[in-house]
Nanobody, 122 residues
Framework: VQLQASGGGLVQAGGSLTLSCTASTRTFSSHVMGWFRQAPGEEREFVAAIRWGVGRTLYADSVKGRFTISRSTATNTLYLQMSQLKPEDTAVYYC????????????????WGQGTLVTVSS
């Protein structure tokens, strides 16, 4: 399985950006797709996840109300709409796939994309 994240870039604080993630294989309804991020010198942290079939979502407290995870089952694409961006959102964002429960723990995810850099300037 290959996951390809895209859409990163440079944005001013308060701005918006949407990330996309495509998978080389079909995403089944039982799968969970998630977004994680890693800032320089920091550990990878959970951002959001979605159960592919029913669309149930889970968010980190730090992004609730600002970020929205969604998916298109027709195009097998995962999205992360980010708004009200802050400098502390600066990180490499990774998409990942899990065949397990809806969770925010990185070791629940078996497949990872290469990451896309989001830089938020103050």
């Amino acid at each position: 399985v290959q996951l390809q994240a895209s859409g990163g870039g440079l944005v001013q604080a308060g701005g918006s950006l949407t990330l996309s993630c495509t998978a080389s294989t079909r995403t089944f309804s039982s799968h969970v797709m998630g977004w994680f991020r890693q800032a320089p010198g920091e550990e990878r942290e959970f951002v959001a996840a979605i159960r592919w079939g029913v669309g149930r979502t889970l968010y980190a407290d730090s992004v609730k109300g600002r970020f929205t995870i969604s998916r298109s089952t027709a195009t097998n694409t995962l999205y992360l709409q980010m708004s009200q961006l802050k400098p502390e959102d600066t990180a490499v964002y990774y998409c990942a796939r899990s065949i397990r429960q809806l969770a925010g723990t990185a070791n629940e995810y078996s497949y990872w994309g290469q990451g896309t850099l989001v830089t938020v300037s103050s």
